[in-house]
């Protein structure tokens, strides 16, 4: 363990002081936002890797390192903890973290399970923390434009909602596909869609003796009819996020890789009139065809991460839930679970 040899620089009370936990992939983003943002600061880092300390350390002078997790907990300085490690590590962080007082950030997937979730939720509740789940999807200009529209009625009623995120790798050595992309378009039908689904299915392979699934296909079932369908996949030659969402009313289409037109709306649908002709009573549908105009709605271009980082703050001065709680982590965990245990069972439906 290296001990925590505090730099003492005035530190304003009114900041929440964060430490993170974890730098490799996530958490120089996470860093850089914390120190970036105006009520937060960045106070110490722990990685076990001495090359990841160092560049903490090059590039932030003044915060601590640490190869060792537990001294962030110990640390009274340390006012929150974000947890930017491996999922398997996730729950029994957070639970160290928030009985040692602290606020909790945790990256997504929340937990490996549902029940370990439910288990972090209590312990929040007991003791008057914010738990907070990074799905920071939620908090881009364009996720938030399409809430805006499905909240008002633009769209009319949903029919069905269809996505595809793919690429080539990055492989992941202790998940499949789905807990490393599905989770990034569960995570944004969560918050889109106010229904909550019924049931999951799934199916996918193992491509090139890979140990696991590379390639997924999942479908989200809810009993008003509403179908959501996801397709996520290592092994594409191009990267695709892509989503369609469908109307009574309009048509939306999401496309994360455009530079500027990121969210299209189409005044396009169909009218069915059903008629009733002949002795027989044989019933004809006349379908319509609606063809109307397509318009690109203004977007906020704040990077995503950053109103994470301000939700974050909020919802700790306010003492109350974040946009992204935990009760939403728990919920894309049980679709996820639901997904896998599809998965095993040749993509039978799993009830949730």
Not at 240 to 245: A, K
Request: one cysteine or more; proline letters at 4%.
């Amino acid at each position: 363990m290296t001990p925590l040899t505090r730099i003492e620089t005035p530190k304003p009370s009114s900041k929440i002081r964060v430490g993170v936990v974890g730098y490799g992939y996530w958490g120089p983003n996470l860093v850089r936002n914390f120190s970036e943002a105006r009520d937060c600061q960045v106070v110490a880092v722990s990685d076990m890797r001495p090359e990841r300390r160092a560049l903490v350390e090059s590039r932030y002078p003044s915060v601590v390192t640490t190869d060792d997790h537990r001294d962030l907990l110990n640390d009274p300085n340390v006012d929150a903890v974000a947890i930017a490690t491996p999922v398997d590590t996730h729950y029994p962080i957070a639970l160290d973290a928030l009985r040692a007082g602290k606020h909790v950030w945790v990256e997504k997937p929340m937990t490996s399970n549902s029940e370990q979730g439910m288990r972090l939720i209590d312990e929040a509740d007991r003791r008057n923390l914010v738990l907070h789940v990074d799905h920071t999807f939620v908090y881009g200009g364009a996720v938030r434009k399409i809430r805006e529209l499905v909240s008002s009625g633009a769209l009319g009623h949903i029919y069905y909602y269809d996505s595809v995120r793919v690429n080539l790798g990055l492989f992941q050595q202790d998940s499949n596909v789905i807990w490393d992309l599905a989770v990034h378009d569960l995570s944004i039908m969560d918050h889109l869609i106010d229904a909550r689904p019924v049931a999951v299915s799934a199916d996918g392979s193992c491509i090139a003796g890979y140990e696991h699934e590379n390639i997924a296909y999942i479908t989200v079932h809810f009993d008003t009819g509403f179908l959501a369908h996801f397709h996520v996949n290592w092994l594409a030659p191009v990267k695709i996020r892509h989503m369609l969402l469908g109307g009574t009313q309009r048509m939306l289409v999401f496309n994360d890789m455009e530079p500027s037109e990121k969210v299209l709306i189409y005044d396009k649908g169909i009218d069915l009139n059903l008629h009733v002709q002949d002795d027989h009573a044989r019933q004809q549908i006349l379908v319509s065809y609606r063809t109307g105009d397509m318009y690109a709605p203004r977007l906020d271009r704040t990077e995503a991460l950053a109103g994470v980082v301000g939700e974050f703050a909020r919802a700790i001065a306010g003492r109350r839930a974040p946009l992204t709680d935990a009760a939403s982590g728990v919920r894309v965990v049980s679709l996820l679970e639901a997904a896998e245990r599809s998965l095993r069972s040749e993509g039978r439906r799993m009830s949730l």
